[in-house]
């Protein structure tokens, strides 16, 4: 069966670039979360799209932003980076914005050095 | 408000000696609760959940959770650990009926399996 599918797997960036990570959902999903995990933390989350529009917002820094097109799909995009942006950037998929059971991509591993 | 709290940062248990792995939620509504696994430098992956049918939530790899209104516990079993079960642990929270469409995360607990 499909999963959510994120690229790239892992992305190694300077100080002060940029970085685009993509999420595609599982087929038919309208919902999309992203989250940010650091070493050794548990997921914080960070944004949520629904049909397109943003449906709600967690702890992302002004200097990340995110979207999601007209097949659904998904991009984080993280100007600037810092030091402390490294962490595992999970997206999940879900059907419907009153919640099911969200499946989760592998995640895209960002170091930025 | 949603939460959920992961009683425990550190399970060790012996292999072939049950688990207990403990989670408490806070739920204005209906909640859905969910576990998931993360292998080291793997994704998440769904054990179980809970969406309002049955109280005990049979799982993947002989683990099952029961979930029990009235102590908001959902808390997650295996009868006899398995060397392969070492990972972290997440336990999740959604509120059915809520406009906000977060998925809470407790802080995890890692397991370790001794041989």
């Known amino acids: 069966a499909a999963g959510v599918i994120q690229s790239p797997r892992h992305l190694i960036k300077e100080k002060r670039e940029t970085a685009t990570l993509k999420c595609y959902p599982i087929?038919?999903?309208?919902?999309v979360y992203w989250y940010q995990q650091g070493p050794g933390q548990d997921p914080q989350f960070l944004i949520s799209f629904y049909e397109k529009m943003q449906s709600d917002k967690g702890s992302i820094p002004d200097r990340f932003s995110a979207q999601q097109f007209s097949d659904y799909h998904s991009e984080l995009n993280m100007s600037s980076l810092e030091l402390g942006d490294s962490a595992l950037y999970f997206c999940a998929s879900s059907s419907g914005q009153m919640n099911t059971e969200a499946f989760f991509g592998q995640g895209t591993r960002l170091t930025v050095v | 408000a949603q939460s959920v709290t992961q009683l425990d940062s550190h399970v060790s248990v012996s292999e072939g000696t049950p688990v207990l792995l403990r989670c408490n939620y806070s739920s204005s509504y209906s909640p859905s609760l969910f576990w998931y696994v993360q292998h080291p430098n793997k994704g998440l992956q769904l054990l179980l959940k809970?969406?309002?049918?049955?109280?005990l939530v049979k799982g993947i790899n002989g683990f099952e959770a029961e979930f029990k209104k009235s102590e908001t516990s959902f808390h997650l079993t295996k009868p006899s650990a398995h060397m392969s079960d070492a990972a972290e642990y997440f336990c999740?929270?959604?509120?059915?009926?809520?406009?906000?469409?977060?998925?809470?995360f407790g802080s995890g607990t890692r397991l370790s399996i001794r041989p």
């Open positions: 809970y969406t309002s049918a049955a109280t």
């Open positions: 999740v929270v959604t509120d059915r009926y809520s406009s906000a469409s977060k998925i809470i």
């Open positions: 087929p038919r999903h309208d919902t």
